[in-house]
């Protein structure tokens, strides 16, 4: 079973950049696909990337295009978010989760993750 901490949230000032991190245990890293979701309370658990247990396929919601990057080391079982030209309303918590699926599915939705870290709060002021 695999164990997901995350770190890097932190209050940023509106058009600043912020890398979250997510770093795994107690399972092989390269075999889970990796996302991030974020949430924002009283709100549902929203999707904003994905990336396949290679690195070799990514998704993304429509509030991370084309501003968010998501890639992974697995060397250092570490996924990452990149985070460019953030608003207000990317304030939220954000949190990683691991599929443990052998078949890449872009799956937007946080049922088709057994496993989750307990989230980075990332806020960002205007």
């Known amino acids: 079973q695999v164990q997901l901490e995350e770190s890097g949230g932190r209050l940023v000032q509106t058009g600043g950049s912020l890398r979250l991190s997510c770093v795994a245990s107690g399972g092989t890293f390269s075999d889970y696909n990796m996302a991030w979701f974020r949430q924002i309370p009283g709100r549902e658990r929203e999707f904003v990337a994905a990336v396949s247990r290679r690195g070799g396929s990514t998704g993304y919601g429509d509030s991370a295009k084309g501003r968010f990057i998501i890639s992974r080391e697995n060397s250092k079982n570490t996924v990452y978010l990149q985070m460019n030209s953030l608003k207000p309303e990317d304030t939220a918590v954000y949190y990683c989760?691991?599929?443990?699926?052998?078949?890449?599915?872009?799956?937007?939705?946080?049922?088709?993750?057994?496993?989750w870290g307990r989230g980075t709060q990332v806020t960002v002021s205007s």
């Open positions: 989760a691991a599929d443990p699926s052998t078949v890449w599915s872009l799956d937007l939705t946080p049922v088709g993750y057994d496993y």
